[in-house]
């Protein structure tokens, strides 16, 4: 592996100048995308909003406009966020969004006002703001990206990693992921609750290096659990096998932990996904604690929030690498953001996969059109969706069939 890959300059992306229509703060991106007057759009007022329950953590936002236009999103609460309680979502967006514009998502999601920006973002926004952009996209007949300027039309992805146990499970499924065409992988170590069990960490990146081979990008994630000495040394082990990337070493809030982590490693230090409020990620950057900048849509706003995000990294010479786990519109919505910024040069496509299984090379769910997926092509990357909206399409037949109820 070559130098320009295997250091902290494989990862920090030129600042591009950004052309005036990728900015985001209009509320009518889709019109300055399409050439399209207000009055050649269809109504995007709304009239409804719903839940489709399919399980406790599967369910299916809805949001209805009188021209009868759906967006929708996953509803889940699998992500810990502060001013988390997707339990009470549907009466707040009934509240919020029942009478309004679709094409005013900006101004409905932002955290813009004292309350969201001092206790952070509102968990509730993600949702409305991913169903509202899927209005937008398929009134005008176009993907999410490009309303927002089109950066890139395909993302090198990395195969993900379960938190596995043993040493020979994250090796056979790195061998079996770069069979399946992956360039890169990343390790999330099922690191044992002991005194020393980052050591246990060390045996998987050094067997996982050796099984990949010198050519194969891999990047390690510890969810945040090492404390600094913990990390250094895991850290340093990391440089001599030459890893691209080193995830959440560290608890987020430790931020003096990480400026001095950066300082004693080469291998690009990433995090930023349990960040809650895009207000945040400033002193992050400011102060040099992260050389990439990581996000999860759902805990800053949804697309719009991971935009703004990207952008903010863009300008101060950073790249953007939002997380990714879940359902197929999870995965969209953070790769839509991706695809708007230029500064992305990954996606996250999560292997299901346990010990002993195969690794997967497409991501799609059980209510999703047949052939409707997310794919990994054989040079590794994963090619921008074509339909509008969120570019995935639902079976509401299929939908139909696994439901408990639908809320409204």
């Known amino acids: 592996m070559s130098e320009t890959f295997s250091r902290r300059n494989f990862l920090v992306a030129s600042a591009t100048a950004l052309a005036g229509g990728r900015l985001l703060g209009a509320d009518m991106p889709a019109m300055a995308s399409t050439g399209m007057r207000s009055h050649d759009l269809p109504d995007l007022t709304i009239k409804e909003v719903k839940v489709y329950h399919i399980n406790g953590n599967q369910n299916v936002a809805g949001v209805v406009t009188n021209s009868g236009i759906e967006g929708n999103y996953a509803l889940n609460n699998r992500y810990w966020h502060p001013n988390w309680s997707n339990l009470g979502w549907l009466e707040f967006a009934k509240r919020t969004l029942i009478g309004s514009n679709a094409l005013d998502v900006s101004k409905i999601t932002s955290q813009w006002v004292p309350s969201r920006r ?55 499924l790195v061998v079996d992921c770069k069979k399946k065409g992956f360039k890169a992988y990343k390790i999330h170590p099922g690191t044992p609750q002991t005194v020393d069990g980052y050591k246990h960490d060390i045996e998987i990146i050094k067997a996982v290096r050796e099984a990949a081979g010198d050519d194969m990008l891999l990047l390690h994630d510890p969810v945040g659990v090492y404390n600094r000495f913990e990390a250094i040394k895991v850290g340093r082990v990391l440089d001599e096998y030459n890893y691209c990337a080193y995830e959440d ?20 230090i990433h995090m930023g996904e349990f960040i809650y409020t895009i207000y945040d990620y ?68 999560t292997q299901e996969t346990r010990s002993g299984e195969e690794a997967t090379n497409v991501v799609t769910f059980p209510y999703m059109k047949d052939g409707d997926g997310i794919v990994v092509d054989e040079e590794g990357y994963v090619h921008a969706p074509t339909k509008p909206g969120l570019g995935y399409e639902i079976d509401f037949d299929k939908l139909e069939g696994m439901l408990q109820r639908i809320e409204t």
């Open 249 to 268: 070493p560290l608890p987020t809030t430790d931020i003096e932990g990480f400026i001095e982590l950066r300082n004693m490693v080469d291998v690009p």
């Open 282 to 349: 400033f002193e992050y950057i400011r102060r040099n604690a992260t050389d990439t900048v990581r996000l999860i849509t759902d805990n800053i706003g949804g697309i719009t929030g991971g935009i703004k995000v990207a952008r903010l990294a863009e300008c101060c010479g950073m790249d953007c690498v939002p997380h990714n786990w879940g359902t197929i519109m999870d995965h969209a919505a953070h790769f839509h953001v991706e695809l708007a910024s230029p500064n992305s040069p990954f996606f996250e496509m």
């Open 118 to 172: 001092r206790v952070g973002q509102s968990s509730y926004a993600a949702a409305i703001d991913v169903c509202l952009w899927d209005i937008v996209g398929k009134a005008v007949g176009l993907p999410i990206y490009k309303l927002h300027g089109a950066a890139q039309e395909k993302v090198m992805a990395y195969a993900s990693t379960q938190h596995m146990r043993t040493v020979q499970a994250f090796v056979d």
